[in-house]
Structure formats: structure tokens, C-alpha cells
């Protein structure tokens, strides 16, 4: 991609950006750990820390807190993709947690909130101080405002009004016991950037990603496929659609959107003319409220 | 703002094959730079309004964003463009705004990172956050007040930060009927304030930011105005040649050892290029050893690359067996960095508690962390006249100040305003572990 004239493209820039922030993490924290739940920003993300440490395998463990409420795809996937990189995966369980009783199901079905608490958990069990996230800036106005390295106290909490300045590349990842580190490898990313780069770096996504034909309720003004999760309701009709997912969250709320684009390309053109975010367009649980995103991050959320 | 759910609404997809869609693409994947900027000024300057209108005339605001704006600016003549830059509840609450905010957009020429700094209290060590990585930053002046105290400081800030490109952007010019007498007034002040900064690059734009005027489109309300609008500037400034290529300088981040059958001999030298041109067969030094040797390979994301150049994050593999660790600089022989204990920098100081003489510190310079003492806080600086005050013998929150430390360890370091990545460090408060201090090396007394 370079030029004789020394200049690095968008995608490069970021790239490296992301590779230095990563390289930073695992010289000065002792345990990082990568979360991973294969959708494409962690997707991504799991891509950066191979090129960072290549041909040395990948050196901290990759945990997937896992709702409970999985695509079938993402899971294979993710499986498919630990496998190949020969890292550890550790598997932080809702389900699980339900069961001991250390969380209660929420009575919207909603596993969004009660996944922090597992997670919270997992850190402390195995000791990790550095937590690598994939979300970017441009998602939401709470993450516009977050350090790439954000610090976290023993709660796993965020303030957002007590933020370490956050100067050049010069990261600070100092913490006492118990304290820990956000790392947002992918915090100048762009929905679009990311795409083009599983474009020009042929990065296997799950199919999910792609539009085929679904069986589809439409709900709220979103349009949800019907899955082990989602049955028609009363009142509701199941069309068959071309439908994609732009975000791959939890299978009980994640919305597909109409689509055509069934390669990675026609993905990017579909991006390049959309007018609406992603997290609107797809997200039942980020309407709730204006400001969702800033009270699950101060309860210690990604 | 309110909260309020969107109106319900599937839109139609969107057909991929069009020409349109095609269109929208190839101008998606063309071939871009990045363009870093920072903003300052105050609230009342416009310029939330000038970021709200950057994004939506560059069609980075979708239209899930844009109803909710419309629907909170409901009543007013105009939809409130200030308001997509609107922050957190906790800011609305308080009616302030929270430090640094990125926003992201771009045109088939660039994309852009903007890093908005708000003007109120912590502006110093808000605006020094953003600008520390901005190619230009863009201070904004209200034409019916002209140059203030602030936008001063605001223009000194980037200077001391040393970002190459300055914009004054006269806003407001619709409340001073497009007078071009105003507009050169504050222009030609500018223009000898920022001769005494070193500034080696300025432009004064004469905008509305409210009707869009010069900012994204030349606008014919101003005809007697021959320069670009804001957004083509930012388009065409040109930054290639802002960075250091002559100084190799390369900070060994992390050392890899795969210690695996396929991999047994593999010892590589991770790191992020600071400066310089690495080539495969150059004859490097590794410091603080000061021994010589080779670059038998460089290794990029994509394999073996021939050279390397900042910023790119690569692996450097030596032909000799040396002992290299991380905090180590490989340079050139005949151009090294200074190897020095003794630290002369301008420090931004970011905390309550006083920066004092005999204060210990943690310094991070490059990948090198040592610790430090003050040996002598030698002034403060008055931002808004430039005045120097050695009799002030402490630096308060938000000072800047020239500070001498002596470091534990040798720093391998340059002048700042000769390398902006090996003439910076931070400090950071070994107790609370915060980030205390922003530092950019000078000449030493």
C-alpha cells in the first residue's frame, strides 16, 4: 500500500496506531486478555494482535462473555478462529451465572446489563489487568469521550470526569491491585475503515455479515429474524426478506436490516450510501435512552 | 436534549448495484491520508456549530442523529447543528463540557480526525491533549470581538505543541455584515501575534458557521475574500513533509522471541518507527550499548518490507546477536540522539497538587520509563502575554513552565522542535499513578 513518498494510507495509519497501542499493553501490564466474541470489530481486533506479535503466536488469552443468547454462526466461528491462532479462550458464562445466582435475569430478556457483572467476575478470577475491547469512537457519544487506554477502578468502573490525559502516544497503563485497563485498540476506526480493511486484508467474517434470505418479524420499526431466540408474536407476520446484520450482538435483540449485499465489497457500498448509525439501525436495547451507553460503562460495561 | 425514541421506519435497502451505490464505494476505498485536527475555543465562539456543520455537509451525520437534533432544536429557525456535538448526560446536566471528544469524518480526499477541546477551565490541559497529535488545529475568533486573551492562548498552545498548521477561522462574519475591514483588522493582528510564536503555517478564514458560509463551499457573501473555504484547506494543506525523515530513530517496544520449531533463531525488535528512514543493510547502533551492527530484515503487517518510516509499527531484526531490550534506541551511528540524565523541557502541568522543586516523578519517554527529581522549576509562563516569571518557583494546575529533572536512567532525546516523538515525555504521580505533566524537551541552559 506505501508510496515513495513516505506516506502511510488511512487504513495503514490506523493499523499502526493499533499495533503500537497493543504491542504497549502486553510490554508494560502483566495480564491482558483480548475480548473476543466474533463480531468484526473484535474480528478485526484478533487480526491487529496476530500482525503485532507475528511469527510469535498471540501472547495473552482471548474470553468471550458468552450471554447465552449466541448466533450459532458467531460461535462456530469464533471456535473455528482460536483454533486456528492456537490462542486460549476463556468463556465467561451468563448462563452460568443465572444459574449460581450471582445475577438475575432482567425481566426485558435483556442479558446487556447482566453480562457486566459476569464479566467483572471473570476478571477477578483470573487475575487479568488489561482488558483489550473493539469498540470505536465513532459508535456513540460516551465512546467519543474515552481514552484508548481508559482507567477502570476495582469496580471496573469508568468516570468520566476523572480521565488520565491522554497525551501523544505516550499511554499510561500504571494501576495499583485490583485496578485495570480498557484498551481500545480500535478507538479511531470508523465503521467504514473497518470494513475496508477485512476488504484489502481478505479477513474471514461470519456469514451472518452478508445478506441471504431470512424469515423475518418486523418489530418496534426493526426487522428481526426469526431464530431460536425470536418466534412471531401474536399480530406479527413472518415475510421472507434479503436480509444482512450490521451488528452481531445478541440473538434476541439484534435487528437485521434490509440488505443486498452479499460480498464484502457490495458491504461497503451499502455502508458509503446508509444514513442511519449502526447502533440505531440494529439495536433494540441502545433506544432505551439517550444516554444507555453512558450509564452501562460508568457500571462498568465496554 | 430530551430522550426520545426514534420514529419507527425500515428503510428500503439500498440497492448495491446502482451506480450510486458504486459511485459512493470507490469514493469510500480511494486512496486517503489522515488528517488530525484539533479545535479551541469557547462556547460562545460557534464552535460546536462549525464541527456540527463540517460533519453534516460531509454527510458524516446520519439521519437517526440529525431527527434527534431537528426534534431537540424544535421551534428555532435553524436546526441546531451544535447539538450533534452535544456530549454526555452528565455535561447537559451541568451545562459543561467534558474534556476531549473525537469526531470522525471524511471526503474523498481525506479523512479526518478531530479531537474538539472545550474553552472553559481545564482548556490548558484539554487543548494540550488534543493538539499533542494534531497536524493543524483550527482556533476559532468571534468577528464582532475580534482577537481575545483566549485566542491567544489558543494559538500560543498549538505553537508550544508545536502543530505545524494553524487556522483562524473569523466566525460569525453574518453579524458584522461581511465587512471585509473586520475581517482584515483581525487577520493582520493575528498575523503579527502569531510571527512572534513560530508559526510556520497560518491561514485566516472569514466563515459563518451558522449558514455554512466558507466552510465546506467558497460563499459569494464574500466576494472580496480570494482564499479557500475551510473544508478545501483541509483537503489540500499539505503535511507529508511536516515529519522527520532524516533522524532514524527507533524505540524498541517489545522483543520477540517466538521460541518455537518453525521460528528456533527468530529474534525480532518490535516497535513504532519515531523518525528516520530504516533500510534493510543500513549500519545501525543500538543505544545505551553503543554497539554496531546491521538491519538483516524489517518486517511490516504484510510481511518483509524493504524500509520503514514513522509512523509505521514494524519489526527490526539485527544481524548480530546482541543484547537488546525494551526502552533501547536503534539509531544511526553518525546521527545520534543526546544520551542525558539531565531533562531542560517547557511542562504542562495538569494536577491540583504544585509542581515543586525535589518532587519525585515518573517519567515516560519514548518506551523508556525511569523516575525523576526536580531539580529546578526555572519560570512560569504567562500564556496570554508570553511573559516569563522565575520568581514563581512552582508550577499550579494548567501552568506551563520551563522545568529542569535529572532522571535516574539515561533518556536517548531530542530537541522537541526538532523531533516531536523523541523531545516528548509525560510524568506521572507514582502514588496515585494520574498523569500529571506534559513535557517537550529544549536546548539545556
Given at each position: 500500500?506505501?508510496?515513495?513518498?513516505?506516506?502511510?494510507?488511512?487504513?495503514?495509519?490506523?493499523?499502526?496506531?493499533?499495533?503500537?497501542?497493543?504491542?504497549?499493553?502486553?510490554?508494560?501490564?502483566?495480564?491482558?486478555?483480548?475480548?473476543?466474541?466474533?463480531?468484526?470489530?473484535?474480528?478485526?481486533?484478533?487480526?491487529?494482535?496476530?500482525?503485532?506479535?507475528?511469527?510469535?503466536?498471540?501472547?495473552?488469552?482471548?474470553?468471550?462473555?458468552?450471554?447465552?443468547?449466541?448466533?450459532?454462526?458467531?460461535?462456530?466461528?469464533?471456535?473455528?478462529?482460536?483454533?486456528?491462532?492456537?490462542?486460549?479462550?476463556?468463556?465467561?458464562?451468563?448462563?452460568?451465572?443465572?444459574?449460581?445466582?450471582?445475577?438475575?435475569?432482567?425481566?426485558?430478556?435483556?442479558?446487556?446489563?447482566?453480562?457486566?457483572?459476569?464479566?467483572?467476575?471473570?476478571?477477578?478470577?483470573?487475575?487479568?489487568?488489561?482488558?483489550?475491547?473493539?469498540?470505536?469512537?465513532?459508535?456513540?457519544?460516551?465512546?467519543?469521550?474515552?481514552?484508548?487506554?481508559?482507567?477502570?477502578?476495582?469496580?471496573?468502573?469508568?468516570?468520566?470526569?476523572?480521565?488520565?490525559?491522554?497525551?501523544?502516544?505516550?499511554?499510561?497503563?500504571?494501576?495499583?491491585?485490583?485496578?485495570?485497563?480498557?484498551?481500545?485498540?480500535?478507538?479511531?476506526?470508523?465503521?467504514?475503515?473497518?470494513?475496508?480493511?477485512?476488504?484489502?486484508?481478505?479477513?474471514?467474517?461470519?456469514?451472518?455479515?452478508?445478506?441471504?434470505?431470512?424469515?423475518?418479524?418486523?418489530?418496534?420499526?426493526?426487522?428481526?429474524?426469526?431464530?431460536?431466540?425470536?418466534?412471531?408474536?401474536?399480530?406479527?407476520?413472518?415475510?421472507?426478506?434479503?436480509?444482512?446484520?450490521?451488528?452481531?450482538?445478541?440473538?434476541?435483540?439484534?435487528?437485521?436490516?434490509?440488505?443486498?449485499?452479499?460480498?464484502?465489497?457490495?458491504?461497503?457500498?451499502?455502508?458509503?450510501?446508509?444514513?442511519?448509525?449502526?447502533?440505531?439501525?440494529?439495536?433494540?436495547?441502545?433506544?432505551?435512552?439517550?444516554?444507555?451507553?453512558?450509564?452501562?460503562?460508568?457500571?462498568?460495561?465496554? | 436534549?430530551?430522550?426520545?425514541?426514534?420514529?419507527?421506519?425500515?428503510?428500503?435497502?439500498?440497492?448495491?448495484?446502482?451506480?450510486?451505490?458504486?459511485?459512493?464505494?470507490?469514493?469510500?476505498?480511494?486512496?486517503?491520508?489522515?488528517?488530525?485536527?484539533?479545535?479551541?475555543?469557547?462556547?460562545?465562539?460557534?464552535?460546536?456549530?462549525?464541527?456540527?456543520?463540517?460533519?453534516?455537509?460531509?454527510?458524516?451525520?446520519?439521519?437517526?442523529?440529525y431527527e434527534a437534533v431537528e426534534r431537540a432544536s424544535a421551534g428555532g429557525d435553524y436546526v441546531n447543528?451544535?447539538?450533534?456535538?452535544?456530549?454526555?448526560?452528565?455535561?447537559?446536566?451541568?451545562?459543561?463540557?467534558?474534556?476531549?471528544?473525537?469526531?470522525?469524518?471524511?471526503?474523498?480526499?481525506?479523512?479526518?480526525?478531530?479531537?474538539?477541546?472545550?474553552?472553559?477551565?481545564?482548556?490548558?490541559?484539554?487543548?494540550?491533549?488534543?493538539?499533542?497529535?494534531?497536524?493543524?488545529?483550527?482556533?476559532?475568533?468571534?468577528?464582532?470581538?475580534?482577537?481575545?486573551?483566549?485566542?491567544?492562548?489558543?494559538?500560543?498552545?498549538?505553537?508550544?505543541l508545536r502543530v505545524p498548521h494553524l487556522v483562524v477561522a473569523v466566525n460569525k462574519m453574518d453579524l458584522?455584515?461581511?465587512?471585509?475591514?473586520?475581517?482584515?483588522?483581525?487577520?493582520?493582528?493575528?498575523?503579527?501575534?502569531?510571527?512572534?510564536?513560530?508559526?510556520?503555517?497560518?491561514?485566516?478564514?472569514?466563515?459563518?458557521?451558522?449558514?455554512?458560509?466558507?466552510?465546506?463551499?467558497?460563499?459569494?457573501?464574500?466576494?472580496?475574500?480570494?482564499?479557500?473555504?475551510?473544508?478545501?484547506?483541509?483537503?489540500?494543506?499539505?503535511?507529508?513533509?511536516?515529519?522527520?525523515?532524516?533522524?532514524?530513530?527507533?524505540?524498541?517496544?517489545?522483543?520477540?522471541?517466538?521460541?518455537?520449531?518453525?521460528?528456533?533463531?527468530?529474534?525480532?525488535?518490535?516497535?513504532?518507527?519515531?523518525?528516520?528512514?530504516?533500510?534493510?543493510?543500513?549500519?545501525?547502533?543500538?543505544?545505551?550499548?553503543?554497539?554496531?551492527?546491521?538491519?538483516?530484515?524489517?518486517?511490516?503487517?504484510?510481511?518483509?518490507?524493504?524500509?520503514?518510516?514513522?509512523?509505521?509499527?514494524?519489526?527490526?531484526?539485527?544481524?548480530?546477536?546482541?543484547?537488546?531490550?525494551?526502552?533501547?534506541?536503534?539509531?544511526?551511528?553518525?546521527?545520534?540522539?543526546?544520551?542525558?540524565?539531565?531533562?531542560?523541557?517547557?511542562?504542562?502541568?495538569?494536577?491540583?497538587?504544585?509542581?515543586?522543586?525535589?518532587?519525585?516523578?515518573?517519567?515516560?519517554?519514548?518506551?523508556?520509563?525511569?523516575?525523576?527529581?526536580?531539580?529546578?522549576?526555572?519560570?512560569?509562563?504567562?500564556?496570554?502575554?508570553?511573559?516569563?516569571?522565575?520568581?514563581?518557583?512552582?508550577?499550579?494546575?494548567?501552568?506551563?513552565?520551563?522545568?529542569?529533572?535529572?532522571?535516574?536512567?539515561?533518556?536517548?532525546?531530542?530537541?522537541?522542535?526538532?523531533?516531536?516523538?523523541?523531545?516528548?515525555?509525560?510524568?506521572?504521580?507514582?502514588?496515585?499513578?494520574?498523569?500529571?505533566?506534559?513535557?517537550?524537551?529544549?536546548?539545556?541552559?
Amino acid at each position: 500500500m506505501t508510496t515513495p513518498d513516505y506516506r502511510l494510507t488511512q487504513l495503514e495509519t490506523l493499523e499502526a496506531e493499533s499495533i503500537h497501542m497493543i504491542r504497549e499493553v502486553v510490554a508494560e501490564l502483566e495480564r491482558p486478555v483480548l475480548l473476543f466474541s466474533g463480531g468484526k470489530d473484535s474480528i478485526v481486533m484478533l487480526e491487529l494482535a496476530r500482525k503485532a506479535f507475528a511469527p510469535a503466536r498471540i501472547p495473552f488469552p482471548v474470553m468471550h462473555v458468552d450471554t447465552g443468547l449466541n448466533f450459532p454462526e458467531v460461535l462456530e466461528f469464533r471456535d473455528k478462529r482460536v483454533a486456528e491462532l492456537g490462542v486460549q479462550l476463556v468463556v465467561a458464562s451468563v448462563p452460568d451465572a443465572i444459574a449460581a445466582g450471582t445475577v438475575k435475569e432482567e425481566p426485558n430478556g435483556s442479558r446487556n446489563r447482566i453480562q457486566t457483572p459476569v464479566l467483572l467476575d471473570a476478571v477477578e478470577e483470573h487475575g487479568f489487568t488489561a482488558l483489550f475491547g473493539g469498540a470505536r469512537r465513532d459508535e456513540d457519544k460516551a465512546r467519543a469521550k474515552e481514552r484508548a487506554f481508559s482507567f477502570r477502578d476495582e469496580f471496573g468502573q469508568w468516570d468520566p470526569k476523572s480521565q488520565r490525559p491522554e497525551l501523544w502516544d505516550l499511554y499510561n497503563g500504571r494501576i495499583h491491585l485490583g485496578e485495570s485497563i480498557r484498551v481500545f485498540p480500535l478507538s479511531n476506526w470508523t465503521e467504514l475503515d473497518i470494513w475496508q480493511y477485512i476488504a484489502h486484508e481478505q479477513i474471514a467474517i461470519p456469514p451472518l455479515y452478508l445478506a441471504q434470505e431470512r424469515e423475518v418479524v418486523e418489530r418496534q420499526g426493526m426487522l428481526y429474524a426469526v431464530n431460536e431466540f425470536i418466534r412471531a408474536r401474536e399480530g406479527e407476520q413472518v415475510r421472507r426478506e434479503s436480509v444482512r446484520y450490521r451488528t452481531v450482538g445478541d440473538a434476541n435483540l439484534t435487528a437485521a436490516v434490509p440488505s443486498t449485499a452479499t460480498t464484502v465489497d457490495e458491504v461497503i457500498a451499502e455502508i458509503a450510501v446508509t444514513r442511519m448509525t449502526e447502533r440505531g439501525a440494529t439495536r433494540g436495547d441502545d433506544k432505551v435512552s439517550d444516554a444507555a451507553m453512558e450509564d452501562r460503562k460508568k457500571e462498568g460495561y465496554f | 436534549m430530551a430522550d426520545s425514541t426514534p420514529q419507527p421506519r425500515i428503510d428500503q435497502p439500498v440497492d448495491v448495484h446502482s451506480a450510486a451505490a458504486e459511485q459512493a464505494r470507490e469514493i469510500a476505498v480511494a486512496r486517503k491520508d489522515i488528517l488530525r485536527i484539533a479545535t479551541a475555543g469557547s462556547v460562545d465562539d460557534g464552535k460546536s456549530t462549525l464541527i456540527g456543520r463540517l460533519l453534516y455537509d460531509s454527510k458524516a451525520v446520519f439521519e437517526d442523529q440529525y431527527e434527534a437534533v431537528e426534534r431537540a432544536s424544535a421551534g428555532g429557525d435553524y436546526v441546531n447543528l451544535a447539538l450533534l456535538t452535544d456530549g454526555l448526560r452528565a455535561e447537559r446536566e451541568q451545562g459543561i463540557t467534558i474534556d476531549v471528544a473525537y469526531r470522525y469524518f471524511a471526503t474523498p480526499r481525506r479523512t479526518f480526525i478531530l479531537a474538539d477541546t472545550p474553552g472553559h477551565v481545564q482548556y490548558t490541559r484539554n487543548m494540550v491533549t488534543g493538539a499533542s497529535t494534531a497536524d493543524l488545529a483550527i482556533v476559532l475568533v468571534d468577528a464582532r470581538k475580534g482577537m481575545l486573551e483566549q485566542s491567544r492562548r489558543h494559538a500560543f498552545l498549538a505553537s508550544l505543541l508545536r502543530v505545524p498548521h494553524l487556522v483562524v477561522a473569523v466566525n460569525k462574519m453574518d453579524l458584522v455584515d461581511w465587512s471585509e475591514q473586520t475581517f482584515e483588522a483581525i487577520r493582520d493582528e493575528f498575523t503579527a501575534f502569531a510571527a512572534k510564536l513560530d508559526v510556520p503555517d497560518l491561514t485566516v478564514v472569514p466563515i459563518s458557521a451558522l449558514n455554512g458560509d466558507n466552510v465546506v463551499r467558497r460563499s459569494e457573501r464574500t466576494p472580496w475574500y480570494e482564499g479557500p473555504s475551510l473544508l478545501h484547506h483541509l483537503e489540500h494543506v499539505h503535511v507529508a513533509s511536516d515529519r522527520n525523515l532524516v533522524d532514524v530513530r527507533f524505540p524498541v517496544q517489545y522483543v520477540i522471541r517466538p521460541q518455537s520449531d518453525a521460528h528456533h533463531d527468530f529474534r525480532g525488535y518490535a516497535g513504532t518507527v519515531a523518525s528516520g528512514v530504516l533500510r534493510t543493510g543500513d549500519e545501525v547502533q543500538v543505544l545505551p550499548s553503543g554497539l554496531t551492527t546491521t538491519i538483516a530484515g524489517i518486517d511490516g503487517p504484510r510481511g518483509p518490507v524493504d524500509e520503514a518510516f514513522a509512523p509505521m509499527a514494524v519489526t527490526v531484526r539485527l544481524a548480530d546477536d546482541l543484547d537488546v531490550s525494551r526502552g533501547d534506541l536503534i539509531c544511526r551511528p553518525s546521527n545520534a540522539p543526546h544520551v542525558t540524565q539531565e531533562l531542560d523541557a517547557l511542562v504542562c502541568w495538569m494536577t491540583d497538587e504544585p509542581l515543586r522543586p525535589r518532587q519525585r516523578l515518573a517519567v515516560k519517554h519514548t518506551t523508556r520509563s525511569v523516575r525523576a527529581v526536580v531539580k529546578d522549576v526555572q519560570y512560569r509562563l504567562d500564556v496570554n502575554t508570553l511573559h516569563r516569571e522565575p520568581e514563581a518557583g512552582e508550577l499550579g494546575l494548567n501552568d506551563i513552565g520551563r522545568v529542569r529533572l535529572r532522571a535516574t536512567q539515561p533518556l536517548f532525546v531530542d530537541e522537541y522542535s526538532r523531533n516531536r516523538v523523541t523531545g516528548r515525555f509525560i510524568l506521572v504521580d507514582e502514588a496515585t499513578n494520574a498523569t500529571v505533566g506534559a513535557g517537550m524537551l529544549v536546548p539545556g541552559s
